[in-house]
């Protein structure tokens, strides 16, 4: 009666399972992604509804007999299995859901040039930063898009640099669905951010270890987390 996604974002929907039965799919890393009807927007929305998601994206439904003389207590089984992570990431996106993680491991290497003045409303400076920052997924999840995000960080490495630093960390991550008026707080923050601190940011991120560079400064950490 739940949907489930795994560490490469194929999605898994078995309408017996519930939070308790993962063990029970084929594969590791897989994890609860949401309830029965997860993706039905009201009690009418019946295109959205597991029975016709199920239906229409080549899954199976059979009907389990439990009683060879009567159909009462007969149990409709449905299964949807999405193998490719590309299918499965573009059935969620058809849904307003986006693929984030749950888990990084991540090194960012920070540097500050001089600062320098910026025509603010009340006047001020403020400093150019490069952020260079690279990222492994160590487990992902889809979330509604525009979700609001809390992240628990562990600091694994600290290396001060003369004009920057060089962090390795931890970071844990949940989202949850936006409302309207945390949605306008975001992007007033973003605009403010934007003005009084210019950031010239390159990203490198790799959503498993497989795709990591074997000579890559990360590689010490594989598998401890």
């Known amino acids: 009666m739940d949907w489930f996604v795994n560490n490469f974002g194929k999605i898994y929907y078995n309408s017996t399972y519930g939070k308790n039965d993962l063990s029970n799919i ?4 897989w994890s609860w992604l949401g309830p029965n009807d997860m993706f039905m927007k009201n009690k009418d929305d019946i295109d959205n509804s597991d029975q016709r998601l199920v239906a229409k994206n ?5 009907i389990n007999q439990n009683n060879p003389l009567s159909t009462d207590d ?10 490719s ?16 993680p749950t888990k990084v ?7 500050f040039s001089i600062a320098q003045y ?30 609001q995000i809390s ?16 962090v390795v960390m931890l970071e844990k991550l949940k989202y949850q669905a936006e409302g309207t008026i945390p949605m306008l707080l975001r992007k007033v923050g973003k605009i403010y951010d934007k003005v009084t601190t210019p950031q010239y940011n390159h990203l490198n991120t790799y959503y498993n270890w497989k795709s990591y560079p074997k000579n890559g400064l990360l590689i010490e950490y594989i598998n401890k987390y």
């Open 58 to 62: 080549g899954g199976k439904i059979e």
């Open 85 to 100: 992570a590309k299918d499965a990431e573009n059935f969620m996106n058809d849904r307003g859901y986006e693929k984030k």
């Open 26 to 29: 084929e594969g590791n890393g």
């Open 118 to 147: 910026l025509p603010l409303p009340m006047g001020g400076k403020a400093n150019t930063k490069s952020l260079i920052r690279t990222e492994i997924w160590l487990s992902m999840t889809y979330a509604p898009i525009n979700s």
């Open 74 to 83: 007969d149990e409709l089984i449905m299964t949807l299995d999405i193998e």
């Open 151 to 166: 992240k628990n960080t562990k600091l694994l490495t600290w290396d001060p640099m003369v004009n920057g630093n060089h």
């Open 105 to 111: 491991l991540a090194e960012e290497i920070e540097t």
